[in-house]
Nanobody
Framework: QVQLVESGGGLVQPGGSLRLSCAAS????????MGWYRQAPGKQRELVAV???????NYADSMKGRFTISRDNAKNTVHLQMNSLKPEDTAVYYC?????????WGQGTQVTVSS
């Protein structure tokens, strides 16, 4: 059974930082591209950042320079370091594991940026 479990969300003030984690089980983690997506109320789910199985990264333009995605294949974990957070970053953040044949999602973790 595949499980992706996100953690690290919460309430933070504008300009603050959060570090999200996603622990994966039930997959051969090292062969999956791992991504973070987010969905704000009334909006479509959008890409935040992706890290390939080989370690290449890609970010949405609005996150470049503020967010950093990383992975630890030994711990089957992917992280998203979020700095300089803005109110518009408020959303549910989802972890995704993707291969050529399969795509799996976590349940999401809420990030709220507010003073």
């Amino acid at each position: 059974q595949v499980q992706l479990v996100e953690s690290g969300g919460g309430l933070v003030q504008p300009g603050g930082s959060l570090r999200l984690s996603c622990a994966a089980s039930g997959i051969i983690f090292s062969i999956y591209d791992m991504g973070w997506y987010r969905q704000a109320p009334g909006k479509q789910r959008e890409l935040v950042a992706v890290i390939s199985y080989g370690g290449n990264t890609n970010y949405a333009d609005s996150m470049k320079g503020r967010f950093t995605i990383s992975r630890d294949n030994a711990k089957n974990t992917v992280h998203l370091q979020m700095n300089s957070l803005k109110p518009e970053d408020t959303a549910v953040y989802y972890c995704n594991a993707a291969s050529r044949r399969y795509s799996y999602w976590g349940q999401g973790t809420q990030v709220t940026v507010s003073s």
